[in-house]
């Protein structure tokens, strides 16, 4: 049976993580959901290796919220290498899902935003495990999470 | 028994693992606290890795105070990039306990924030060790240590 | 019989990994190609290292497409270490083939440059697992992919 | 019997290492003291870890003297990031010891800083490896290496 | 017997490679000398390591050239992470030769620059392997290579 691990934090605005699990439940059964929280960003990487390592996941969705602020930018970098660093340790994908306070210009279009871009990657992340062909169909054809897709590059631009 | 580790440095200007070891006695007993302390932030990340892997802590605080300079900034990137990585050589959470001596205007803003800042994430310790799904109910709530909570996002606005 | 991985994204506006086969194909014989396309370019380090420990490959190719923003030029940086990261763990070579999307001021453009640098890395990576020694003979000549090689410095100028 | 790596370059423009060893030898006896210099700074954290595994010395002491140039800061902090990831990898300090030449307005002051700078570090490493104890009394007070002590903040400021 | 590594790039518009082997010959006999060739500066730093672990070199001089743009001077810094990484994982020492292509103000400038860090660190190689007391006397003494040395800094300025 596929385990999913979902990691997320207390510094969020907004409970990603259970349009993310909402969003797997509804995609596919025979699922096990294994969830953890942390303080912030920068306490994923670890928490995504733990779920991995000690909980057997074979999948997991790293939810977070990064401020607005310069140091917040650090911040989310630092995360960021530690996420691609715990999947190298680990062969197995992490999906980072981070929605930055400065992607929207209210609360509402944060939300929206953040409601979006967890609920495609989650579908992301069982496309990943049970359908690996579908991501390759996809290959190429500008496909953005939270917002609109780009779509693919046209020759009569 | 639970042990705790905690790092901090000799540059700080003041001293955060007081106030953090404090905290975790009056949240919790029989609880064993070891203690480094090394120059600066840059030799936290070793540290901390030593207290989990050479005196079997179970978590780790790792408590500093960078600069106002543009290099203090480069100082603090390095230190925390090696405090992730630690965390991932070891599967053990470090929380990352930093104050910027530019976050406040004041000596006295600055000693507030300090104190706050490491008794929040001295609960937090508490919480991930002893009460994990604690940290679960507050998952995507806009927690903050050291300032006001930013709290959740809401529709309204 | 030599194996060659292939790892793209659906974030991609173009299907780089098309062209990249083809050239493999018209270039050599008797390879086996082993395509895994995930949803960004921070995914591909990771899914790089599968192809070469789980599916053996002996060079792999990985074709992205970051976007113009400033967090676009982030994550592709993150990227682009971890690509580094993945080729030291495993002691294979990983060409990467990123195209940003502010390279071409227009759709066309951007296409020239995706199929021209695929295909010129596609053929790299056939040159160096089956004839080394031809690297080595165009070694400080100047050589560019996806635009025109700027060649050698002349001492005349 | 305690061993002392030193690892110092050739870019840098002052015998940094002299004032360490000098330093190290007044404060404590009956230490071996091991040194290797290579070109520049970026040739440290290899030149630290030697001298952890290979001459078995149980702390070490990495000086240089990065130049003022943009392209030099980025060097320096390549380097930091290799002497904090050599660090871990062998649970042993590295003492990190940089004088940046935009330090000091005159090479006066720059030798200046360099020897106080050395000097403290040096005494530092002893410290850490046979007083331990001595660091935690400093904790929080505010130490400089180089330049005056910042001091504690105090509450009436 | 001695073995020395040479890993040089495609995208070098100058054979810095050809400048290095020519002065380690003259400099010393009795050596072998392994050459790869890569397309980039990227690709060094797996290159440099294959050479130590498969080709069992005993130092190893990776040379480059990178471009003057923006991206480029992000390309090289992460080819340089990737060689200090290289080399924590080797305990071997490569010698990064890279000259930028904004270093010099015609074609002219850039050759010489190129030959004489070329040949400088290639001597450096020497040195490093068969004479590392060389080392310790030019420490601290102002060498730089491509350009004229620096020299000491003088109490009298």
Chains 1, 2, 3, 4, 5 share one sequence.
């Not at 049976?1 to 979902?6: F, L, S, Y």
């Not at 401020?67 to 996420?83: F, L, N, P, R, Y």
């Not at 929206?112 to 359908?131: G, P, T």
């Amino acid at each position: 049976m596929a385990r999913i691990g979902i990691a997320d934090t207390t510094f969020a605005r907004y409970d990603m993580a259970r349009e993310a699990i909402d969003e797997i439940k509804k995609a596919v059964g025979g699922v096990t959901i294994v969830r953890r929280t942390v303080p912030g960003v920068k306490d994923l990487p670890v928490a995504c290796k733990k779920l991995i390592e000690e909980e057997e996941c074979d999948i997991v969705i790293a939810l977070g919220m990064p401020g607005k602020e310069e140091k917040d930018k650090v911040c989310a970098h630092e995360a960021s290498t530690g996420i691609i660093h715990a999947q190298l340790l680990t062969n197995k994908h992490i999906l980072e899902v981070f929605v930055h306070e400065d992607e929207g210009a209210t609360d509402k279009e944060l939300i929206d935003i953040a409601i979006n871009r967890s609920r495609e990657h989650a579908k992301n992340a069982v496309r990943m495990i049970f359908y690996p062909d579908d991501m390759t169909k996809r290959a190429g054809t500008g496909r953005r999470q939270g917002k609109e897709d780009a779509g693919p590059l046209t020759d009569s631009h």
